[in-house]
């Protein structure tokens, strides 16, 4: 039985002010049965780290470098994330491959490094509409999985959870359909279960891309999806507690 994860992504959103307020509405009557992560851009962790402390939410990153330390001015490495205490830490995120240039490589190597420390990467993965009006878009994710679960090898395995996050329906208020995404989850079930099928069976498969409160509980609602990646309604403490409610 896979527990649900909801992770809320808040961007380059925030300030040391509505950050506290945000963390302080989230956690006051918070009920789900779902695990609840937010990730907060990196300079604020401490914070997060501070008031969620004790409480039944998880922070975690946006992104992260491969590298441990050194000369890499601007990154935040495994080791620091470590440091602070997060769980989980986002790669892959459509906006840092199309606006950062990151390549499936660059991201398996994240994935990599996060392993070793002890923290779940949430692998995000997902086509363009260009890619889906062409038929692609499971030969595009296919190819995201496989790279990382290649160089990943079968040891780094034990636990990761995948977001499948079409581009078109991130921050566009479109969602895929259940339907849609019941079927993109399912196959990437089956592409895990090609390596290994207890890292199938245990793996979460969450959703991204445009949902909330309205929209999650049926799609939470297919069995292969098992929670959600929410950006823009996870910058308000009510709709991103609908959604951890919804999730059971
Ligand atoms: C995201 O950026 O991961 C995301 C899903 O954004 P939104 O919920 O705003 O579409």
Not at 93 to 108: L, Q, Y
Not at 122 to 133: K, P, S
Request: a negative charge; proline letters at 3%.
């Amino acid at each position: 039985m896979r527990q649900p994860l909801v992770a809320g992504n808040w961007k380059m959103n925030g300030s040391s002010q509505s950050i506290r307020e945000l963390l302080d509405g989230i956690v006051s009557g918070l009920e789900s049965k779902a695990e609840v992560l937010v990730c907060p851009p990196a300079i604020y962790i401490q914070q997060a780290r501070e008031m969620l402390s004790g409480t039944a939410v998880k922070w975690g990153l946006q992104n992260v470098s491969d590298k441990a330390s050194g000369a890499f001015t601007g990154e935040t490495s495994p080791l620091m994330a470590k440091d602070l205490d997060c769980k989980y830490v986002i790669i892959g995120h459509s906006e840092r491959r199309s606006i950062f240039g990151e390549t499936d490589k660059d991201v398996a190597a994240k994935f990599c490094a996060l392993v070793d420390q002890g923290i779940v990467p949430i692998l995000c993965v997902g086509e363009t509409l260009e890619e889906r009006e062409a038929g692609t878009t499971m030969k595009v994710v296919e190819k995201q999985i496989e790279t990382v679960l290649q160089e990943a090898g079968s040891n780094r395995l034990g636990n990761f959870v995948i977001a499948y996050e079409p581009v078109w329906a991130i921050g566009t208020g479109l969602t895929a359909t259940p339907e849609q995404a019941q079927e993109v989850h399912a196959a990437i079930r089956e592409l895990l279960s090609r390596t290994d099928e207890s890292v199938a069976q245990k793996t979460r498969i969450l959703y991204g891309g445009s949902m909330k409160a309205a929209n999650a509980a049926e799609l939470m609602a297919n069995p292969d999806v098992d929670g959600g990646l929410i950006g823009g309604a996870s910058l308000v403490a009510e709709d991103f507690k609908a959604i951890c409610h919804a999730a059971g």
